[in-house]
């Protein structure tokens, strides 16, 4: 590409300087850029986490900073920080709970009584299952003591859950935590005491089972499955351990190692198996010969997959669809020696459930240009705790808009432009082998406008996909789509779509038709297309 700024005769101070007047900050790669504010980063915090760190800090450096960060949002307001967490918790935006739990966790240590008070009032719209309940109090636990608020709070989740759930919960979930800090039901309901009344004698008698494992006494009725549960835990024939999962309706959970061994005691718990725990089993459905070409159970799980009602009611994230189709494609799993042939049926409706999971997201119909950073760093570290790359995400977060926008340009950049051929007709799989093929090298966030400029592009927006440590270009991001405005004559607007849970962006604050969002949130389409339109 030929020099435009030499050509336009531009002076400028280069990216490793900040530009004269504004409020701008180095990033970690000694390149100058915007500071997000607290409230952008206790998003990106609470969507991204910090799990595998950056190419320029390591997961513990980015974890420090970003808890102070989460921190100062609780003790400037609490209220504002809790209702936040509780929003992006229930709206199932958020890849993985883990850091929605950790800021809870925080929240209930604040030094506000009104806060402490407003965070223990929200676990049970946060913490909705055993798992989560177990993950946040061993947060809880490390940060502050046992009061009598938080018993409450714990003994109240215990008690207004409905009878049948808490059975599931109890079964599903028996401990959960790191090595040396993991919380069972047993350890909370002998800290908590939750007291059920008299007269709900199958929620006392699940309680004292749960405390007395070994306890010889009969369960009530309303506790079948319960019941069932320990009778298959005691068996070793799989046509009985059939009848119980499908009379019974028991999760893989309260299966023995033995019997996940048989395919028939796969196919009883396929039948009743929710959404993620199937994506997370389709490996093993196919290693025990269930999932082959033509079988009722590749039926079975290419119809669930094609259920976009189902996919919302389990709050099933398009990471986690995305991370079970690049896993489950390979034919391995990422740890053991866990083997399979992937059932193409099956790889293609995984596909189609990637898009599907999104919020839903219309056509703009304004000219677009994405630009996806291609620069060494988006090659290392991982997005939100999942096996994917910051390029392997922004690939597939592209063909989202590819497939909903009919005006759109993709090009790959670095300090210079790279050549990339997307098209909406592409499965996933295949532009992520196209994109690993490209050159990767130093970071120039602002090539996308450069390129614009240069070509005479008509671009309504400019969508890219970044960890925003830009540093190698001679004229800053922001400057070169100021100039393209003049240049064009089109008011032309830049969205940032971050990736990593650093506290910088390439957009300008105080510009109102530069946007930031956050990478990989579910809703991060559907946000892009109303800025990009005007409807936010």
Same mark, same amino acid.
């Given at each position: 590409?030929?020099?435009?700024?030499?050509?336009?005769?531009?002076?400028?101070?280069?990216?490793?300087?900040?530009?004269?007047?504004?409020?701008?900050?180095?990033?970690?790669?000694?390149?100058?850029?915007?500071?997000?504010?607290?409230?952008?980063?206790?998003?990106?915090?609470?969507?991204?986490?910090?799990?595998?760190?950056?190419?320029?800090?390591?997961?513990?450096?980015?974890?420090?900073?970003?808890?102070?960060?989460?921190?100062?949002?609780?003790?400037?307001?609490?209220?504002?920080?809790?209702?936040?967490?509780?929003?992006?918790?229930?709206?199932?935006?958020?890849?993985?709970?883990?850091?929605?739990?950790?800021?809870?966790?925080?929240?209930?240590?604040?030094?506000?009584?009104?806060?402490?008070?407003?965070?223990?009032?929200?676990?049970?719209?946060?913490?909705?299952?055993?798992?989560?309940?177990?993950?946040?109090?061993?947060?809880?636990?490390?940060?502050?003591?046992?009061?009598?608020?938080?018993?409450?709070?714990?003994?109240?989740?215990?008690?207004?859950?409905?009878?049948?759930?808490?059975?599931?919960?109890?079964?599903?979930?028996?401990?959960?935590?790191?090595?040396?800090?993991?919380?069972?039901?047993?350890?909370?309901?002998?800290?908590?005491?939750?007291? =059920?009344? /008299? +007269?709900?004698? !199958? %929620?006392?008698?699940?309680? *004292?089972?749960? &405390? @007395?494992?070994?306890?010889?006494?009969? #369960?009530?009725?309303?506790?079948?499955?319960? =019941?069932? /549960? +320990?009778?298959? !835990? %005691?068996?070793?024939?799989? *046509?009985?351990? &059939? @009848?119980?999962?499908?009379?019974?309706? #028991?999760?893989?959970?309260?299966?023995?190692?033995?019997?996940?061994?048989?395919?028939?005691?796969?196919?009883?718990?396929?039948?009743?198996?929710?959404?993620?725990?199937?994506?997370?089993?389709?490996?093993?459905?196919?290693?025990?010969?269930?999932?082959?070409?033509?079988?009722?159970?590749?039926?079975?799980?290419?119809?669930?997959?094609?259920?976009?009602?189902?996919?919302?009611?389990?709050?099933?994230?398009?990471?986690?669809?995305?991370?079970?189709?690049?896993?489950?494609?390979?034919?391995?799993?990422?740890?053991?020696?866990?083997?399979?042939?992937?059932?193409?049926?099956?790889?293609?409706?995984?596909?189609?459930?990637?898009?599907?999971?999104?919020?839903?997201?219309?056509?703009?119909?304004?000219?677009?240009?994405?630009?996806?950073?291609?620069?060494?760093?988006?090659?290392?570290?991982?997005?939100?705790?999942?096996?994917?790359?910051?390029?392997?995400?922004?690939?597939?977060?592209?063909?989202?808009?590819?497939?909903?926008?009919?005006?759109?340009?993709?090009?790959?950049?670095?300090?210079?432009?790279?050549?990339?051929?997307?098209?909406?007709?592409?499965?996933?799989?295949?532009?992520?082998?196209?994109?690993?093929?490209?050159?990767?090298?130093?970071?120039?966030?602002?090539?996308?406008?450069?390129?614009?400029?240069?070509?005479?592009?008509?671009?309504?927006?400019?969508?890219?996909?970044?960890?925003?440590?830009?540093?190698?270009?001679?004229?800053?991001?922001?400057?070169?789509?100021?100039?393209?405005?003049?240049?064009?004559?089109?008011?032309?607007?830049?969205?940032?779509?971050?990736?990593?849970?650093?506290?910088?962006?390439?957009?300008?604050?105080?510009?109102?038709?530069?946007?930031?969002?956050?990478?990989?949130?579910?809703?991060?389409?559907?946000?892009?297309?109303?800025?990009?339109?005007?409807?936010?």
């Amino acid at each position: 590409m030929k020099n435009i700024l030499k050509m336009l005769g531009w002076k400028q101070a280069g990216q490793q300087a900040p530009l004269a007047g504004e409020a701008m900050v180095a990033n970690d790669a000694g390149g100058y850029v915007h500071a997000l504010d607290d409230w952008a980063r206790l998003d990106r915090f609470l969507i991204l986490g910090t799990e595998g760190g950056t190419y320029y800090a390591s997961e513990a450096r980015l974890t420090r900073e970003t808890t102070q960060v989460v921190a100062r949002c609780i003790d400037t307001n609490g209220a504002r920080a809790i209702a936040r967490i509780v929003e992006l918790s229930t709206s199932g935006r958020a890849p993985k709970q883990d850091p929605i739990l950790f800021a809870l966790a925080l929240a209930t240590a604040a030094t506000d009584p009104a806060t402490r008070a407003a965070a223990l009032a929200a676990i049970p719209r946060v913490a909705r299952t055993g798992a989560q309940l177990q993950r946040l109090v061993g947060y809880i636990d490390g940060l502050r003591g046992w009061g009598r608020g938080l018993r409450r709070a714990i003994a109240r989740w215990y008690l207004d859950q409905p009878l049948g759930e808490l059975e599931l919960q109890a079964l599903k979930y028996k401990a959960r935590g790191e090595k040396g800090q993991r919380w069972s039901h047993r350890d909370m309901l002998r800290l908590a005491h939750p007291l =059920a009344p /008299a +007269e709900d004698r !199958a %929620r006392r008698a699940l309680f *004292d089972r749960i &405390v @007395r494992p070994d306890s010889t006494d009969d #369960l009530p009725g309303e506790l079948a499955r319960f =019941a069932a /549960a +320990e009778r298959l !835990a %005691r068996t070793s024939d799989a *046509d009985e351990a &059939v @009848r119980l999962i499908v009379d019974h309706r #028991l999760p893989r959970e309260t299966v023995s190692t033995g019997l996940l061994r048989e395919p028939k005691v796969w196919e009883a718990l396929l039948a009743e198996m929710p959404m993620t725990a199937m994506l997370r089993s389709l490996g093993k459905l196919s290693q025990v010969g269930l999932l082959v070409s033509g079988s009722a159970a590749e039926r079975q799980v290419v119809a669930r997959l094609g259920d976009t009602g189902r996919l919302k009611r389990a709050r099933v994230h398009p990471l986690q669809v995305l991370t079970a189709l690049s896993v489950y494609r390979t034919g391995h799993g990422l740890l053991g020696k866990l083997a399979w042939l992937p059932a193409p049926a099956v790889v293609d409706a995984l596909d189609r459930a990637f898009y599907a999971a999104f919020a839903n997201v219309t056509a703009t119909g304004k000219r677009m240009l994405i630009g996806l950073d291609v620069s060494g760093s988006m090659g290392v570290g991982t997005v939100a705790g999942s096996p994917l790359t910051p390029w392997e995400a922004e690939t597939a977060m592209a063909l989202v808009t590819l497939a909903t926008e009919r005006d759109v340009q993709v090009v790959a950049f670095q300090d210079q432009l790279v050549p990339l051929a997307l098209s909406p007709r592409q499965r996933i799989d295949d532009a992520m082998q196209a994109m690993s093929n490209l050159p990767f090298g130093r970071t120039d966030c602002a090539q996308p406008m450069l390129y614009a400029m240069e070509r005479k592009l008509q671009v309504d927006a400019f969508v890219i996909y970044t960890d925003n440590e830009t540093w190698a270009g001679n004229v800053h991001p922001s400057a070169a789509l100021r100039q393209y405005r003049q240049q064009s004559g089109i008011a032309a607007k830049l969205v940032v779509v971050g990736l990593t849970s650093t506290g910088f962006t390439i957009a300008d604050p105080t510009d109102p038709a530069m946007l930031d969002v956050v990478g990989f949130d579910a809703a991060a389409p559907a946000l892009i297309g109303d800025f990009v339109a005007g409807r936010l």
